[in-house]
């Protein structure tokens, strides 16, 4: 058994081995962890609410289109902000 000095001059001498591998664990934890939820909740939104809108309809070569195209556009905003063209996001 350790005396209380001997453990708190253990924790001392290897606290920053300790701190390194805290930081390591975290650091991989956040790249696997993927998008934010809030992200995952919002494609899920979407892809629902594309099938939610086609159900039982055939959608013509402009509505398909149309969709295609919003999805590309927001898949090239997050990064940057703007459209593919270089425009303002809000147009």
Do not use: F, Y
Not at 19 to 40: F, Y
Not at 68 to 78: D, E, G, I, K, L
């Amino acid at each position: 058994m350790l005396s209380e000095e001997e453990r708190t001059a253990l924790a001392v001498r290897n606290k920053p081995a300790v701190e390194a591998i805290v930081d390591r664990l975290q650091s991989e934890t956040a790249a696997r962890r993927g998008p934010p939820p809030q992200v995952v909740q919002a494609m899920e939104n979407l892809v629902t609410a594309v099938r939610l809108r086609l159900r039982g309809r055939t959608a013509d070569e402009i509505q398909i289109h149309a969709v295609a195209a919003a999805s590309n556009v927001a898949a090239q905003r997050p990064r940057n902000g703007r459209p593919p063209d270089g425009g303002d996001a809000g147009s």
